[in-house]
Each structure stands twice: as C-alpha cells, then as structure tokens.
C-alpha cells in the first residue's frame, strides 16, 4: 500500500540531503539499530518514524518507539503511527530533511528557546517533537491529537476505505496502484453523479416551485445562479473529502490541495456575488414603492458597492486559504499605504464622499431639472465619481460630485408650482370697459383650467408705456414636470388669444401711428368702440359659455 509512497520518500530524501552516500548510511544505521531506535535529533527522529512506515520496509513497532506514551494507557502506539503518517499524507504535509534540524540540542526561536520542532505551524500547528531527556520524540500533546486529527483528515467513515481500497490489487498501472486507479474511476463516477443529482434538485424541483408560487422570474434570474454556483461548491467539498483515501503521490495531492483549498473561497465568493444580485433585485422592489426617483439610482450604486467589497475579501481569503500566504503584512502595508493613496487621489475621494452626501442629503432626484452655474439641464445619473447631467442642447454633461456637494443648486424639479409671467399688451385705444371685460376674461380662463392654482394668481391693468396698455398675467401651474409646464402654458395662451379676438381686443407692438383728418367720403382706421358697458359683458358671456363652456 505504501510502496508508492516509498520511492517518493527516498526521492525527497535523495535531493535534500548533500549525498547519496549520507542517506544510506542514515539507513544503514536505522536497520543496525535493531530495537533501539535513533532519536537523538529531530532528523533522526523524523526518519526514523517515516522509514519504518514504508512498504519494504514497514515496522510500525519502530516508528512508533518515536511516540511519546506518557498518558497513553492501553492505546495501542502502532495504530497511532500509521495513522499519524496518513495525516501528513491527507493533509499535503511533504517532508524535506533539508529543512530539518540535526542538533542534538536544537531549540526553537519562536517558543523562548524550547526544544521544540515544528514540520508545519498553518497546516498542522499541534504537531510537533519535543526532546524529552536525550531523546527527540513527538510529543504527548501532539499524541493526544492524533485520533482526532486521523477523524478530521478522514472524515464520514472515509477512514476505513484506507485499509478495503489497498485490498483490490498493488499492481502498478502508470504510475499508481490498481487500487488508486480503481478508486479514481469510482470517485470520477460519483462526481458525475452528484452533479445529476444537483441538477435536477436544482433545476426542477427548485425553479418549479418558485413558478408555482408566481416567483419563477425570481428564480431563474437570481437564485438559480446562485443554487448552481452552490451546488458547484458541494461537488469540491466532496472531492476533498474522498479524493484523500486516494493516497495520491506527495508532489501531485500537494498540487490538489492547493486547488481545492483555492476552489473553495473563490466559489463562496462567488456565491455571494450573486447574491448581492437578489439583494438588490429586492432593494430596487421597495425603491419602486416610494416617489423619489433617487432610491432607483442608490440601488445601482449599493449592487456596485457589494460587488467590489466582496471581490476584496474573497481575494484576501484566497491569498489565505488558497495559496497559504500570511495576509496580515499585506493588510498592514495597506494602511500604510492608504495614507499616501489617500493624499494622492483626494479629489476621487472627495467626489465619492460627495456622492454619499447627495444620497444622503438627496438635493435632487434622477429626472429633476437644476441649475448652478455653468450647470443646467435634466439629472440622469448619479455614479460614484460623478453625475450625469443631459443639457437642453442634448449634450451631456459630466460633473464632480465634489463640485455639486459644495455648490448652491437651483432644482427647479421640486417646485410644487411653476411660475408663469407675462406681460399682455393693448393698444391705446381701447376703452377701459373693454380692458375691465378683458381682464375678468382672463380670471375666467385661470380659474377654468385643471392645472392652475387657484389660491394664487394675479391679473391687473397695472402699467401705461410708451406704445401701449399693460396687463400683468401672473399665475402658477400645478404640474411636477417641464413639459407638462409648456402644454398648460400653450392651452393658456390660446384662450386668451381666443378672448382676445372675441371681445375685439387688439394686441400693440412697438409702432409709430400717424393720425390724420377723417375724409367723409373716407372711414378712419380707429375702430370704433360701444360705450355701453352691458355690450361687453354680453360678448364675455358669449365667450364663456362658447369657449369656456361656463355660465357667467
């Protein structure tokens, strides 16, 4: 079973230490020793246990001389032995003697000059040798571990598959036992199907049954992916956890764990970069329930903001668990560096916090129209760095969040009436009964239409100018957007010039009149005008109930 095992040993061991010659006389002196064993460095310790576990030369009773059995009881040592041995096989720990101390008295800088021996602090922190009295051996608390250790290497009962594989043949075919050959195919089998399995749990009993509740569009754009990244994630765990009993040679299962310890923080994070995908399917739902258009674009922002910080851990945790570096020194070269990061780019800064206080503060919403400066036109976008602001030539205009947190804004998008001023001009002469009926005309026309206020509005003969009789026309319209503003402003506009000519009403302009004599024979071009004041309210009656379609 170990034979394989053996050779890749003896490799390792053939280019670590200076000479062949050196390893041979290690083995020698081990197959000399008879029962006693050499501990009396780690080096000596460590191939001693790993020499009497290989297959040609397998002496369980040797290697597990290696063992400290203080507090062991009626625990049989040999059992411990091979299953230590196969925890440095599961979990990918390769033994190179050239890293091994050979000193009698060697002591560990870490642990205040104790007589310890770590083989590997991250993968295996509990197991070490500790010199007890002249001997090397590992030590009581790292034998305490053993069982518990051989059960979490070997989890789900996998451990008995190590001594009924080994049973199905040793022949070697490519490199690797029949028995490995003939587990592989088996595994390969049961990959396939746990996928089917999967697939089908995932594909139709899941998306099926959120069809049947009304959710199906839910389901098979967000959380089906999400399921199918997960059940991804599965299939890994179980890879690692039965690919084990496999006892791959030390150079490829190295290789192995690597990927599956790398596989398995970047599928997690990849299924909760899809989940930030349900989360904002299901913030953009509420942001659809309130009146401001801002919430839509915050959703966007949030997805973009979940996204980027889970890219970030998950990249620290396979920089941790996938390829076993030490992230703390990356992490501490971070803060240092933020600060000059930080001095370097303070205008991104400065707009991504101004970005925040625009959602905070919300000084407008996505479709208002706001003016500050150079500034003018429709809001259509607000982004991390900058808002997107489409002018009323059609052009686009990009402008730093910094520049608008700190600027005063016109948003004419939150007025609740939208002003209207004018001035109406008649010429000279008109009597003031006609003005008078003109005026009462336009009051009528305000108050008739659905999008005026009606609490608000002011209409006078209030000025005399050089060619003309003014009439202010002050009213507000009640509408939130600008082209609802101009309808109502043309609806207006055309009653009044309906008035107009329905009463008689001239509108002036700048002109020079030239009065001249009436001829007899001739009529004059000054119209001429009804005193009587009924004769007005008569034709604005007229205009009422024919125009307006209301009684005086």
């Not at 500034?375 to 608008?404: A, C, H, Q, W």
Request: aromatic share 14%.
């Amino acid at each position: 079973m170990l034979k394989q095992y053996s050779f890749l040993f003896f490799l390792i061991l053939l280019l670590s230490v200076d000479s062949f010659g050196q390893l041979i006389t290690d083995h020698q002196q081990l197959d000399n020793d008879g029962a006693t064993a050499n501990l009396s460095s780690p080096y000596h310790t460590t191939l001693t246990f790993f020499y009497n576990l290989e297959e040609d030369h397998y002496f369980p009773e040797k290697a597990a001389r290696t063992l400290d059995r203080k507090n062991l009881g009626d625990v049989n040592t040999k059992t411990l032995a091979v299953q230590l041995k196969q925890i440095f096989e599961g979990k990918g720990v390769i033994i190179r003697t050239s890293s091994i101390p050979n000193e009698a008295n060697y002591t560990d800088s870490t642990t205040s000059g104790e007589h310890i021996f770590y083989f590997d602090k991250k993968i295996l922190p509990g197991i070490f040798l500790e010199k007890n009295g002249k001997d090397w051996k590992f030590s009581s608390f790292s034998v305490g571990q053993i069982e518990e250790l051989h059960a979490e290497t070997y989890p789900y009962g996998t451990a008995k598959l190590l001594n009924i594989l080994p049973k199905i043949g040793t022949q070697e075919y490519l490199g690797l036992q029949l028995w490995q050959l003939v587990g592989i195919f088996i595994l390969i089998l049961l990959v396939f199907l746990a996928h089917w399995v999967f697939t089908m749990i995932v594909d139709n009993i899941l998306l099926y049954s959120f069809k049947r509740f009304g959710y199906g569009r839910l389901g098979e754009n967000y959380l089906l992916p999400v399921a199918r990244v997960t059940s991804f994630y599965l299939l890994i765990l179980l890879l690692s956890i039965f690919i084990r009993v496999l006892q791959l040679p030390a150079e490829i299962w190295t290789w192995v764990l690597v990927i599956f310890r790398t596989l398995k923080p970047f599928l997690i994070t990849l299924i909760f970069y899809k989940l930030v995908n349900v989360l904002a399917a299901y913030f953009a739902r509420l942001a659809t329930k309130t009146e401001s258009t801002l919430d839509d674009q915050l959703v966007p922002l949030i997805r973009k903001t979940l996204k980027a910080f889970v890219i970030i851990i998950g990249t620290l945790f396979i920089l941790r668990d996938g390829l076993n570096l030490d992230i703390i020194p990356f992490l501490t070269g971070l803060s240092i560096g933020g600060v000059a990061i930080a001095l370097a780019a303070q205008d991104t800064i400065k707009n991504f916090f101004g970005s925040v206080m625009i959602f905070i503060d919300k000084p407008f919403q996505v479709g208002d129209w706001i003016t500050s400066g150079d500034i003018d036109g429709t809001v259509e976008e607000v982004g991390f760095r900058s808002t997107r602001v489409r002018t009323f030539r059609n052009s686009l205009m990009y402008v730093p969040n910094g520049k608008i947190a700190d600027a005063t804004l016109d948003n004419h998008g939150l007025r609740q009436y939208r002003r209207f001023f004018t001035t109406l001009t008649v010429t000279y002469d008109t009597p003031p009964v006609l003005i008078e009926a003109f005026v009462n005309g336009l009051r009528e026309i305000v108050l008739a239409h659905p999008h005026t206020r009606k609490d608000m509005y002011h209409i006078y003969f209030n000025n005399l100018s050089s060619y003309s009789q003014d009439i202010m026309f002050y009213i507000f319209f009640e509408v939130p957007t600008w082209g609802e503003e101009l309808a109502c402003r043309h609806e207006v506009l055309v009653q009044t010039v309906k008035l107009a000519n329905s009463l008689g009403v001239r509108f002036a302009f700048p002109t020079q009149t030239l009065h001249m004599e009436s001829f007899p024979e001739k009529k004059g071009l000054v119209p001429d005008y009804d005193s009587d004041p009924a004769f007005y309210q008569n034709k604005l009656g007229e205009f009422m109930n024919t125009t307006l379609n209301k009684k005086p």
